[in-house]
């Protein structure tokens, strides 16, 4: 499938035009409920919202009214994709399984998650499989179209998304030129499933491309920060940090901030903040 943009990559710059935001907060928190306070907290001023829900304990795993059951209701309330950071990289079969089953079920409940490719394409193709047999089981028009007091805009799609990682932020990683370009020939097979991409910059290079990228690592620099929550430069662990100005002007389309929220004396104030500083870049970018 070639020159087709996905109906979540559509679905989300609609979020952006209307939120007039281009931020994801990664919850970098370790429980369930700190997660969920989180974004319901952060809701109004993001488009995605990053789980690890791994390491978010206490997580429930009853899919009426469990943990992703809940965050899915706070996602419809505050009108934001969810995407699950699970990182996949087994064999088709075995990612099938950790998608659809045990406690966490992540098909259900996030829109778009994510995934290394070093196990090559069938993956993908294996992912891909699951999300459309999920999909196929929706009742037509069950989008549960609560209303949304801030934003004028329906609820997302039924289908699921993933995103290849295709760069990382982090010091000495292993994802050289060769691996991006085979993530991007990945990407280009899958269409219908891959909306984008983990990366630092735009891969779209081909006629028909439409990738979204999403790119982590962003923090504000300390003298402009609320209250200096960030690491300037980097962490001690190997991440490396550019401001939302940088990314954006590079053509990323979401920013991932982590800490620099998660940490923050006032998340909510931080939120906004972060999402003032990308937006306004962004503006400026399209400007040009």
């Known amino acids: 499938m070639t020159g087709a943009t996905h109906h979540l990559t559509r679905y989300l710059r609609t979020l952006i035009l209307a939120k007039r935001s281009t931020l994801c907060v990664s919850a970098d928190v370790t429980s369930a409920a700190e997660m969920l306070s989180l974004a319901h907290a952060v809701g109004p001023s993001i488009v995605v919202f990053k789980t690890h829900a791994d390491i978010h304990a206490g997580w429930d795993a009853d899919p009426q009214h469990g943990t992703g059951a809940q965050l899915a209701a706070i996602a419809r309330r505050h009108r934001f994709l969810i995407f699950e950071d699970r990182k ?13 089953a045990g406690d966490y079920r992540i098909v259900e409940w996030a829109h778009i998650t994510n995934a290394h490719v070093v196990s090559g394409p069938d993956m993908v193709r294996a992912l891909s499989l699951t999300a459309a047999a999920w999909t196929e089981r929706q009742p037509e028009g069950d989008a549960e179209r609560e209303p949304c007091p801030a934003v004028d805009i329906e609820p997302p799609p039924a289908e699921r998304a993933l995103l290849l990682l295709a760069q990382m932020s982090s010091a000495d990683n292993l994802l050289d030129a060769k691996y991006t370009a085979a993530c991007a020939s990945i990407a280009r097979r899958f269409q219908g499933f891959v909306m984008g991409f983990i990366a630092l910059g735009p ?21 402009e920060s609320l209250d200096q929550s960030e690491f300037p430069g980097g962490d001690a662990l190997g991440q490396q940090y550019v401001t939302p100005q940088e990314l954006m002007s590079r053509g990323c389309d979401v920013i991932i901030v982590g800490t620099g929220i998660c940490n923050a004396a006032d998340p909510v104030a931080k939120a906004e903040q972060y999402r003032k500083a990308a937006w306004d870049a962004y503006r400026e970018r399209l400007s040009v």
């Open 203 to 223: 891969l779209d290079a081909a006629p028909g491309d439409d990738f979204v990228v999403m790119t982590p690592g962003c923090a504000l620099p300390p003298h």
């Open 88 to 100: 996949f990289a087994d064999i088709g079969f075995t990612a099938q399984l950790q998608y659809a």
